[in-house]
Structures are given as structure tokens and as C-alpha cells.
């Protein structure tokens, strides 16, 4: 089984249907583009952060969800940016705060940090 991306008209990704594996005569991306009139790209259950769970080949850098976008020029499905001011990592195609969390140690049954976009830093709070 393969796993499909349905595009909108933005590079939006609106629906992921299971289809058909690549293979034979059939150009499957096409065939589910032609019949729900939009554009279809494959996406792999097995990528994420543009590495494959099984040590395979990664596919198109991310699995595609609901609400990611399609980049044609890097052939990536990227996550939706959490924040205006962060910025995509090349590496791993995910989106990074300009400023990396703060390494100290929190009690993680507590505590936990919050990108603050105002003030472009990260905040403390606790549970």
C-alpha cells in the first residue's frame, strides 16, 4: 500500500488517501490527480525529518499530513511554521526557533518551555 497526497490549488495538502504502490503501466499520481481533479503527489508513511524509519531511502522529506505544504522545488512536504520568525532547517526539513531551548535542566513533570514569538525567546511554565 502507498499513501497519497491530495493537493489544493496552494500546494496545501487537504486529504491523504491510501492507494496503489508505484509499479507496472499505471502513473499513480496522475491517476488519483486525474480523478479528483487536483494535484497528487506520493507520500511515504516511513520518512519523517528526512529520515526513513526502516533505514531506507527518506521520500520527499516528510510525511505528508493534513495541512502541510508541498514544496516542489526542494520535492518536500513540510509541516506548517509554527511561528514567523522561525526558520526551515535544510537537514532535517522541520521548522526551528531562531534561538535554540534552553539546555538546563527543568523537571519535566512540571516545567516545560514555550516559544514566545513577542519577545522572540523562550518561557518557562509549569503544569
Known amino acids: 500500500m ?17 492507494g496503489h504502490d508505484e509499479g507496472g503501466d499505471i502513473d499513480w499520481e496522475l491517476y488519483y490527480g486525474t480523478i479528483t481533479g487536483k494535484t497528487c503527489k506520493r507520500t511515504s508513511y516511513n520518512t519523517r525529518s528526512n529520515k526513513h524509519r526502516l533505514d531506507g531511502t527518506p521520500f520527499r522529506k516528510n510525511y505528508a499530513g493534513i495541512g502541510h505544504s508541498y514544496d516542489s522545488v526542494r520535492d518536500a512536504f513540510l509541516p506548517p ?22 539546555d538546563e535542566h527543568i523537571d519535566h513533570d512540571t516545567e516545560f518551555y514555550l516559544w514566545d514569538e513577542e519577545s522572540l525567546s523562550w518561557i518557562k511554565k509549569t503544569y
Request: zero cysteines; a negative charge.
Open 2 to 18: 502507498a499513501h497519497y497526497a491530495i493537493l489544493n490549488d496552494n500546494n496545501i495538502v487537504t486529504q491523504v488517501i491510501v
Open 81 to 102: 511554521k509554527p511561528f514567523n520568525s522561525w526558520v526551515l532547517e535544510e537537514t532535517t526539513y522541520q521548522w526551528q526557533a531562531p534561538i535554540p531551548p534552553p
